[in-house]
């Protein structure tokens, strides 16, 4: 069936109410970008285009195994619902469709082969730490085996890190159990790396809490960093009430505390004044 005017759908009793209701369904679909159907189709005067050759005419059978192939299972998905969208008349049902799509190409986007980076909330070390720490033990007279624990034990404890905190997670004993290594040895291996400046331990009752500088690890929000070196500046260093000055070889901290002085190493060097 040919073009229908507007005059003829008139004349055959089709309202000015049905004619601007159709007139809105067009600007839909052309907003959605679906095949835009004749008035005279919309109010039922005339037989539908879609089997017609066109957009409309699109078909997921014209896809080959090969052009599938080439694709992961999600993007195969949001490709033929690509299409499908295409041949939609309905332009609520194409932007549906749309949506889906986009869902499905999210999905293959973040498809991971083993491991879920994302996924756990991850920590983030510092080169200048992770450096500075290695140096040190080799700088520490000790052999490459202890070298090698010692890095190993670190690693543990940066990995149970507490959630935008400076404290490990896990005690000594709990070390013990991850690492396979002896108490005895665990012991001297915590005393060495708090020797160093690469942990904190700070007493809480009978038990001892590892500390790491956040501005060595951090896991948690990167906008809470600030407020967590602050913490652990004012409850591990205890800067709020000893003075702190700084010494340039970032290795040692110089603490005047009641007229004494004692050196302490410290992941970094900090310049800070005590308040009076």
Known sequence: MGRVS????????????DLQTARALQEAQRRAGA?????SVIVGRAASPRASTGRS??????LTSRALRRRGVYDQAALLLDQRALGEID??????????????????ASAQMEFDFFGGGNVSIAFQYHDAVSARLQDAG?????????MAVLWIITRHL????????????????????GRSAMSRCLDLLE??????????????????TPEGAFRGNVHEHGRTVERYRLEVLKTGD????????????????????TATPTPRSIAADAPK
Do not use: F
């Open 242 to 261: 000893i003075a702190i000055v700084e010494n340039p070889d970032w290795s040692r901290v110089e603490r005047q505390s009641g007229g004494e002085a």
């Open 57 to 62: 005419g699109a078909s997921v059978d014209d």
């Open 162 to 181: 507490a959630w935008q905190s400076y404290e490990c997670d896990k005690a000594a004993a709990d070390l013990c159990d991850l690492t396979g290594i």
């Open 195 to 212: 020797r160093i400046g690469a942990i904190r331990r700070v007493k809480v009752g009978r038990l001892k809490i590892i500390t790491v």
């Open 35 to 39: 095949p835009v159907l004749p008035l």
């Open 142 to 150: 000790i052999s490459l085996a202890k070298r090698n624990e010692a």
């Open 6 to 17: 507007l005059k003829e759908l008139r004349r055959s009793g089709i309202s000015e109410d």
């Open 91 to 108: 332009p609520e049902r194409a932007t549906k469709a749309r949506e889906a799509s986009r869902l499905a190409k999210e999905l293959s």
